[in-house]
């Protein structure tokens, strides 16, 4: 299979690119960012699925079985996170979908940790450059891979 | 990953689990050998489902309309498989069909992305293995959309029972209409976006042109719609019901599903050929002969024909 050198693979690595899944939950629209992220990965070789504004757990997790995505990248712009975010995680468990959930957008640096322990693979702030964004991804996927007892549907 | 046997994964997509129907999509999409048995299995079980192709060029609202049909076609399992490019640069793709779709389009609906990843002659082959996949686990009927340029992109969604071409108002006139190759493989017209100023000039000006065309006992018909608004849709759908009856009674159905099986193995025979023809360039052989290329000792054409010659070895007499 034809494949440009330097594209991101899927986890298990059989030659297909890492698909992500990006999103905004809820009342939120402040997209521009979301879509330079989109366009970051595309251009880092991922395939984006992208849903866009006002998505709920449900919507995503349904488009997550539907696109088997390996990965989903929220966007957060209205102090929701903590409420939201964990939300995420959770809906994704309970659908046994193992798959890790990154977090992008204003967050306060105090919110960070709270957030990672409550399952978030990463948090990206508004200063994170284009290389930190795709190892972000590229990183919580492969993590998703070795960790045990975490990949399981 | 627990054990995801192809098998246990189909029963369960048939039962209507859409993770494993997710994961068995991704099998046939990545080419390898697991995706070799789902494919395999797939064929054997395959053939129920009604394929609509839905294509147009980029903005004339392909999206939009797919996730309508979907939902005015009452099925109780439809299926969409939204194509869009990937870049040939980085292999990556954005996949944004799926955010025309959500808004309108009841849960039942199954909805796949699929970027084209890298090579054309793959996307022709990829494809029919998803829609078969879809139709195995019990989707129907499977809406395939694709962007209308390019030519492989135009016959991926031409390989369907029935096509739909989709224009808007003011997309040019008959000689363009020509030119983009598309209304060759039109089976049903929609002009979307029929609020727009001359959405009737658009009509006429298919008019004229299916006037010059032949017609193999069925006409195109064109229909106006507003997709975004959610008018025509049933209209459309009507058309694609008719044509669908038109085809099982002049028996064109199954020709046409002939054809396809033929145009398939042709396609993966070309992919194949293509594949080894990369593999002879790179050999040493492939090397000597492109060297006496280079010092102008032969042609291209005749370093071809010598490194062609061991793949198409002379059938002898007509047998």
Redesign the interface.
């Known amino acids: ?4 050198a ?2 991101f693979l899927a986890p ?1 690595n ?4 890492i698909r992500v899944l990006l999103a905004k939950l809820g009342l939120d629209g402040h997209d521009r960012g979301l879509k330079v992220v ?2 970051t ?12 504004l006002r998505q709920t757990a449900d ?1 995503i997790v ?2 997550c ?4 995505a390996d990965v989903v990248g929220l966007s957060m712009h209205n102090a929701g996170h903590l409420t939201l975010a964990p939300r995420m995680v959770q809906a994704v468990e309970k ?3 193992g798959v890790p959930v990154v977090i992008g957008g204003i967050v306060p640096a105090a919110d960070v940790p709270v957030l990672l322990n409550a399952g978030v693979a990463a948090v990206l702030g508004p200063g994170a450059s284009a290389e930190e964004v795709v190892s972000a991804v590229t990183a919580a996927v492969g993590r998703r891979r070795t960790a045990p007892g975490t ?3 | ?2 054990p995801e046997l192809p098998d246990e994964l189909f029963d369960a997509a048939a039962a209507g689990n ?2 494993a ?3 068995l ?2 099998m046939v ?4 050998d697991l995706g070799a048995v789902v494919a395999t299995r797939a064929h054997r079980d395959g053939g129920q489902a009604r394929v609509i192709g839905i294509t147009g060029a980029p903005g004339t609202g392909k999206s939009t309309i797919t996730g309508r049909l979907a939902d005015v076609s009452g099925a109780a399992r439809p299926a969409i498989l939204a194509i869009d490019p ?2 040939p ?8 069909d ?2 025309r779709m ?1 808004g309108h389009i009841s ?1 039942s609906a ?4 699929m ?1 084209t ?3 054309a002659g ?1 996307l022709a082959v990829a494809v029919p293995d998803a829609i078969r996949v879809l139709d195995a686990a019990g989707c129907d009927p499977v809406i395939v959309e694709t962007v209308g340029v390019g030519q492989v992109e135009v016959s991926v969604a031409a390989a369907a029972d029935t096509t739909v071409v989709v224009v808007t108002p003011g997309w040019g006139d008959a000689v363009q209409a020509n030119k983009a190759g598309l209304l060759e493989v039109a089976d049903v017209f929609a002009v979307n976006k029929a609020d727009r100023p001359d959405a009737r000039g658009a009509r006429r000006d298919l008019e004229l042109m299916l006037d010059l065309g032949h017609q193999d006992g069925w006409r195109a018909p064109i229909v106006l719609t507003t997709a975004n608004q959610g008018k025509g849709i049933e209209d459309l759908w009507a058309e694609i019901e008719r044509h669908a009856a038109h085809l099982r009674e002049s028996g064109q159905l199954s020709r046409r599903r002939c054809q396809r099986q033929r145009d398939e193995v042709a396609d993966r025979i070309e992919l194949g050929l293509r594949d080894r023809a990369g593999q002879i360039i790179e050999s040493e052989v492939g090397a000597a002969v492109l060297d006496r290329v280079e010092h102008r000792e032969i042609s291209p054409a005749a370093a071809a024909e010598m490194l062609l010659a061991p793949l198409t070895p002379d059938p002898g007499p007509e047998s």
């Open positions: 299979m034809d494949r440009p330097g594209a298990d059989r030659g297909s690119p989109a366009r990965l595309r251009d880092a070789g991922l395939e984006v699925i992208y849903l866009g919507s349904a488009a079985e539907q696109e088997d659908a046994g979908l990949a399981a549907p | 990953m627990s859409r993770r129907l997710g994961r999509l991704t999409e990545r080419r390898d990937s870049s640069l980085t292999g990556g793709a954005i996949l944004g799926r955010i959500d849960s199954f909805i796949r992305s970027a990843r890298g090579h793959g």
